[in-house]
């Protein structure tokens, strides 16, 4: 890549919008005619919360057709086609995480076949939804009002534009949040509604009716069969992470073999080493990467946990429903929470260069950030999976992914207070770390369990006390998951020249976690199970493994297959030009064309002084 891309010189939010749509409505074109769905990841020329279409695809036709009535699925052709385009609004200004909160209104008029959408307040605003401001329609929830009673929240379409002309429909104001921390090639709008009319058979009908005379009738599980659904949304948001996150660790793994900086402490007379050479540097850029695979990998094997729940909903067997809503809460937090400050890291790894937007990490950056919102803000996921675990250890049997507490119910004291056995290369035995993980979170869930069955204080009280516990458990709960399906996707690859480096790369993502977990999750030095000498040859198995993975840095980054104008990113290009192509790229800002910043400095000096600059000696 010589040319410098565009959205690294936009200004004006439009032309954001603008780049969005135009690489928004290529790839959904390219999907159309060649029926196929590979831009729905994420990055560059994709469709992953970057533009609209990203709604259009996932959000809204996935909620017509999960949501929608056989008689109205002329919706999804015509959304498919996209002769309209659309997008669920459902966060209002008040109202995120707490759907049950929403104030938006649906009230049937009886006399006109009807319902009006309303928005009763100014807390009331859909505030977020992405794609609100161009959509022509909306998957409004909304809370439906029938004779003064009040039905919970449901889905309505109602339609936000004209199709002639593009401007809103009567009653209806929408507008665009303006510039965000990422993913700005993505409108993301407000809408208020003034009693704004749609026809009853706007209400989708799959598993929730209204009919002429006003009658309501809904299956007795609807709850659990539109809630089942949504959980796809938390599940699909890991890979997401995980492809964002390999971007920035394979701009950093290039940039790393190429930037050369310093001598090393005790040589001062050699040649400048490349950055790669450092310690520090492998250790941090190896355990990322080891990090980037754990998430893909996670879901991986989640994905087909959650697609036989929902085989389940459908034969009214809702058994797996709390286990996969703790599961998805979790990881969606794990993960976001991960990759995030893993992009982070990546950037800060990459100096100065890493600072300038054209090293392509800061979009990464903003882009995740996002990811720790969406879907559930992270801390209030995490105490939704500890409220399983409290529940589940509670019960006489064991729940779903919490069966490995069961050898500690028999010997608890005995298995708790033993100290771990394992010595120098035992540690690179994927049974051993399991033990680890698994000891950390045993401790954490019985100890936390114990101290609120014992508490004296109101349960609400109890939990806002100790809620620090209960993410620490819960945190550890999931990194054994995380763990385990590492495993898992590790043991099943049968070629051994792949499967070598992976199990290498697996061992450093459970070695590098023990030595330096997240700043939220709990140590695993907690209770002496592992002691300073041991931790002395984790370390020591560390630089081991670190030795075997490093010469492979760029095959492991490289194994994503990202092209040069998907990372776009100066220093990140697979031919290694970093300096090259900064400067090229520099040179191509429109502030350095020709005579541009003599009249910059020009404006600034009338501005500043009334008139140009006297140099003074």
Request: hydrophobic share 40%.
């Amino acid at each position: 890549m010589s040319k410098l891309p565009r959205f690294y010189v936009y200004n004006d939010r439009k032309e954001h919008i603008a780049h969005g749509e135009e690489a928004g409505k290529a790839c959904f074109q390219d999907s159309i005619e060649y029926g196929h769905n590979i831009f729905e990841t994420t990055g560059n020329w994709s469709l992953g919360n970057t533009n609209r279409y990203t709604y259009h695809t996932a959000i809204f036709i996935g909620s017509l057709k999960n949501e929608a009535s056989k008689e109205q699925q002329h919706w999804v052709k015509l959304a498919e086609s996209g002769q309209i385009m659309g997008t669920l609004a459902q966060t209002e200004l008040s109202h995120g995480t707490n759907v049950r909160g929403v104030e938006t209104t649906a009230s049937f008029d009886v006399e006109t076949d009807e319902f009006i959408i309303n928005s009763p307040s100014t807390s009331a605003a859909k505030f977020w939804p992405g794609s609100l401001f161009t959509a022509t329609h909306a998957i409004v929830m909304a809370r439906l009002l029938l004779n003064n009673r009040d039905h919970g929240i449901h889905p309505f379409l109602v339609q936000m534009r004209s199709l002639d002309n593009n401007l809103p429909l009567k009653g209806v104001e929408v507008g665009e949040l303006g510039v965000k921390m990422g993913y700005n090639g993505l409108d993301n709008g407000y809408a208020t509604f003034d009693h704004v009319r749609i026809h009853r058979m706007n209400l989708l009908m799959k598993h929730a009716t209204v009919t002429r005379d006003g009658l309501y009738a809904a299956n007795q599980h609807r709850d659990q069969l539109v809630y089942g659904r949504m959980l796809g949304g938390r599940i699909h948001l890991l890979l997401q992470c995980a492809f964002q996150f390999a971007q920035a660790t394979t701009i950093t793994a290039r940039y790393s073999v190429v930037r050369r900086q310093g001598y090393g402490p005790y040589n001062k007379n050699g040649p400048e080493k490349t950055i790669l050479h450092y310690g520090s540097q492998q250790y941090r850029l190896m355990s990322i990467i080891a990090k980037s695979y754990a998430v893909l990998f996670t879901w991986q094997v989640t994905v087909p946990v959650y697609k036989d729940m929902l085989e389940r909903l459908v034969k009214n067997d809702h058994s797996a429903l709390p286990h996969v809503h703790a599961l998805s809460c979790g990881l969606k937090a794990w993960a976001a929470q991960n990759s995030f400050e893993g992009a982070e890291e990546a950037r800060k790894m990459c100096g100065g260069h890493g600072y300038s937007v054209m090293s392509g990490l800061l979009a990464i950056i903003g882009n995740l950030g996002a990811t720790c919102t969406l879907e559930g803000e992270n801390w209030v996921m995490w105490q939704q999976t500890a409220s399983y675990l409290v529940k589940g250890l509670s019960t006489n049997k064991l729940p779903a992914g919490m069966e490995y507490l069961g050898s500690y119910y028999s010997d608890r004291s005995d298995r708790l207070t033993a100290p771990c056995s394992a010595h120098s290369d035992d540690f690179l035995s994927s049974d051993t770390v399991r033990r680890v993980f698994e000891h950390r979170a045993a401790c954490l869930i019985f100890e936390i369990c114990a101290i609120l069955s014992t508490s004296s204080l109101p349960k609400p009280e109890a939990w806002d006390k100790y809620m620090m516990s209960l993410i620490q458990a819960a945190c550890a709960h999931i990194e054994l998951y995380v763990l385990n399906a590492f495993i898992s996707i590790v043991s099943n690859v049968s070629d051994r020249t792949i499967r070598t480096p992976l199990q290498d790369l697996l061992i450093l993502f459970a070695l590098t976690t023990i030595i330096t977990p997240p700043a939220y999750s709990p140590t695993f030095f907690l209770d002496n199970y592992l002691s300073a000498v041991q931790r002395r040859e984790i370390l020591e198995q560390i630089d081991y493994l670190l030795k075997r993975l490093v010469p492979n840095i760029i095959g492991l980054t490289d194994a994503w297959n990202f092209s040069d104008a998907n990372l776009a990113s100066a220093i990140g290009c697979y031919d290694g030009n970093a300096h090259e192509r900064l400067i090229r790229w520099a040179r191509q800002l429109p502030i350095n064309s020709k005579n541009t910043h003599v009249k910059l400095l020009d404006e600034i000096d009338t501005k500043s002084t009334g008139g140009p600059a006297q140099a003074k000696l």
